[in-house]
């Protein structure tokens, strides 16, 4: 078993900036990728970003070149980097975590507003 932890949303102002913060406890040896994903009101949950355990990231089109997947092995820690934001960023964030490669995980979810 492997819970999940995020913080550090909130609410602001476009073309400001966030970082959202995951830490995972339990069964971490066996996590293989983790990521965050977000649901606006009224749509689908999507991946927005994933981090392999070699450090590799792939990102959503919506997403790159604005935010940044990275984690801290030592405090068992992956954050999200949220520059340029927009208010279509708008959604609650989930971290996730696939582990022995079938099984996933969520966190508690952490509001992200953009608005003026």
């Known amino acids: 078993q492997v819970q999940l932890v995020d913080s550090g949303g909130g609410l602001v102002q476009p073309g400001g900036s966030l970082r959202l913060s995951c830490t995972a406890s339990?069964?971490?040896?066996?996590?293989?990728?983790m990521g965050w994903a977000r649901q606006a009101p009224g749509k689908q949950r999507e991946l927005v970003a994933i981090?392999?355990?070699?450090?590799?990231?792939n990102y959503a089109d919506s997403v790159k070149g604005r935010f940044t997947i990275t984690r801290d092995n030592a405090k068992n820690t992956v954050y999200l980097q949220m520059n340029s934001l927009k208010p279509e960023d708008t959604a609650v964030y989930y971290c996730?975590?696939?582990?022995?490669?079938?099984?996933?995980?969520w966190g508690q979810g952490s509001q992200v507003t953009v608005s003026s």
């Open positions: 981090i392999t355990n070699n450090g590799s990231t």
């Open positions: 996730n975590a696939l582990a022995n490669w079938d099984d996933e995980y």
């Open positions: 339990g069964s971490i040896a066996s996590i293989n990728i």
